[in-house]
């Protein structure tokens, strides 16, 4: 008798857990929008942007999840030490660009859609931001990699991870984690 007492109650605890990671994760990315915001107006100005979101940034976004997925397979093939220098020179380029992007003192309206669980482990928490007049759908894409972090950003329906991986699969196929590497390395190099 006592197993068919527990097979309802199994039964209801998974969409529960489903729908605590779901808003679990929502209050991460939340947090995270909201600090970031707060960090770039106390910055001054754009130029200290890079230098200032880099700590919150690295809190909340999974930048060795993202570089690795960017490379692709040839990940794989990267020494440690590459690895931790494409690591580096990857969000420091994603945090460049992601910065040229805010006028400080200036906010998106942000509506937060209802999150999804596309696999274990992974939410996908979509959005509808208005920003200096502009209209855009942006989906967060989340995982458990030390508590909730952001793995990919999902633009009108351009993936972050999806274009570099075009670039730097190809820089790999053409010479490694050397071409790899150096063609982070100028990219960053470039004035912003």
Known sequence: MTLR???PLLLLAAPLAASAQLAEAQVRLKSAITEVLTVADRAGNRSALPEKLRPVLEKYVS???MTKRSVGPGWKQFTPE????ATQLFSTLIIRSYSSKFTP???PTITYLAAVEPAAGRVDVPTNMVYQGSHYSVIYRMEQVLGWRI???VIEGVSLIANYRSQLDA?????GANAVISSLTQSVSRPQ
Not at 82 to 85: A, F, K, L, P, V
Not at 171 to 175: A, E, P, T, V
């Open 5 to 7: 007492f527990l097979l």
């Open 171 to 175: 820089q790999f196929k053409k010479g």
């Open 105 to 107: 003192g200036e906010h």
């Open 63 to 65: 930048f060795e999840t």
């Open 82 to 85: 590459q690895q931790q220098q």
């Open 151 to 153: 793995t990919d950003v």
